[in-house]
C-alpha cells in the first residue's frame, strides 16, 4: 500500500511556528520528489513548496519564501515542513504529495503528483 501520513497541525498564533510531517510507506521516498499543497476554505489547492528525489534542492513559492523550510529524511522515509512566522493567511488543510516523474510544477495545483496524505489542518489565529 503507496500512502502518504501528515501529521502536526493544529492551532497557532500569528507569528508562531509549527512542524508538519509527511511520513511514507509502502514505497522508497528517495525515488520521489515531494510537494506541499495547502487549501483554504473557498479556495483551489495550491502548491507552495516541493524537494526534489536527486539532489534535495528546494523551491518555494513568494508567499512562504523566508519563512518554511523543507527537508526530507530519507532514511526515516519522512519529509518535514518547518513554518516559522505564520500569518492567518496561511490557515489552510495542509498536504503532502509524491510525483515520481520527472516533470512537475511545485506551485500548481498537483495533478502531476502520483500519491497524496490526507491533510492536518493548521488554523494562525489570534
Known amino acids: 500500500q503507496l500512502q502518504l501520513v501528515e501529521s502536526g497541525g493544529g492551532l497557532v498564533q500569528p507569528g508562531g511556528s509549527l512542524r508538519l510531517s509527511c511520513t511514507v510507506s509502502?514505497?522508497?521516498?528517495?525515488?520521489?520528489?515531494i510537494g506541499w499543497f495547502r487549501q483554504a476554505p473557498g479556495k483551489e489547492r495550491e502548491g507552495f513548496s516541493c524537494?526534489?528525489?536527486?539532489?534535495?534542492?528546494?523551491n518555494y513559492s513568494d508567499s512562504v519564501k523566508g519563512r518554511f523550510t523543507i527537508s526530507r529524511d530519507n532514511a526515516r522515509n519522512t519529509v518535514y515542513l518547518q513554518m516559522n512566522s505564520l500569518k492567518p493567511e496561511d490557515t489552510a488543510v495542509y498536504y503532502c504529495a509524491a510525483v515520481r516523474r520527472p516533470s512537475y510544477d511545485c506551485r500548481g495545483h498537483g495533478s502531476e503528483f502520483d500519491i497524496w496524505g490526507q491533510g492536518t489542518q493548521v488554523i494562525v489565529s489570534s
Open positions: 524537494i526534489t528525489k536527486r539532489s534535495g534542492t528546494t
Open positions: 509502502g514505497f522508497t521516498l528517495a525515488y520521489y520528489a
